[in-house]
């Protein structure tokens, strides 16, 4: 089974900050994706990675990066948190011809 | 452009209903479509996929999704509601099997009730 995981269940982080948003996926997937999600908008795609060191944005990169310096890894950076970011965000990974698996999610809250 | 509706925010069944979760998709291309469901405090999990071998899918926990393309519909049913289906679901397309974001639908909750 793909395990998809996220560092963090929960997180509170002031404004400001830089938050870092860990996620890693133990399949050797090729891609991988962060997605927002908030209540009455679905999800929405703020960046993927198709390979190490690849990124393409998505529908929301402002206010975001990320890094994929490994396969396994893929980061999500909100360099100076604002309390609009205050969301659950969704880590996915994809093989070839596979559906995308999710993680648990992170809730974060800036304050 | 691709996009995904999915009618009703909310939907309410009793226990043993069917239960009938609506998704409307609008491609220019031959669409890949899926569903997830998302229990509290949970990511999601696939449970079912179109990838036009067959029109009727059938996924996990009993559901099953017919692909309409002169509907451009991708209803979500289930014959008889359990408790354990209350969550949320999402409908989602794209223009290929993998190697591209997935466009969702904003969600429909499910609610059961004994």
């Known amino acids: 089974d793909v395990k998809v995981t996220q560092s963090s269940r929960y997180l509170v982080k002031r404004t400001g900050e830089k938050v870092f948003l860990e996620c890693v996926q133990d399949m050797d997937h090729e891609n991988m994706f962060w997605y927002r999600q908030d209540p009455g908008l679905g999800l929405r795609l703020i960046y993927f990675s198709y390979d190490v060191k690849m990124k393409e944005k998505g529908d929301i990169p402002e206010g975001y990066s990320v890094s994929r310096e490994k396969k396994e890894r893929f980061s999500l950076i909100l360099e100076s948190a604002s309390t609009n970011q205050t969301s659950m965000y969704l880590c996915a990974s994809e093989g070839a011809n596979q559906p995308q698996h999710f993680g648990d999610g992170t809730r974060l809250s800036i304050l | 452009a691709q996009s995904v509706t999915q009618l009703g925010s909310h939907v309410s069944v009793s226990e043993g209903a069917l239960v009938l979760l609506r998704c409307n998709y609008s491609?220019?291309?031959?669409?890949?479509l899926f569903w997830y469901v998302q229990y509290p405090n949970q990511g999601l999990q696939l449970l079912l996929k179109y990838t036009s071998a067959a029109t009727l899918v059938k996924g996990i926990n009993g559901f099953e999704a017919e692909f309409k393309k002169s509907e451009t519909s991708f209803h979500l049913t289930k014959p008889s509601a359990h408790m354990s289906d209350a969550a949320e679901y999402f409908c989602?397309?794209?223009?290929?099997?993998?190697?591209?974001?997935?466009?969702f639908g904003k969600g429909t909750t499910l609610s059961v009730s004994s």
């Open positions: 989602a397309v794209s223009d290929q099997q993998a190697g591209t974001a997935l466009i």
């Open positions: 491609s220019s291309v031959p669409p890949y």
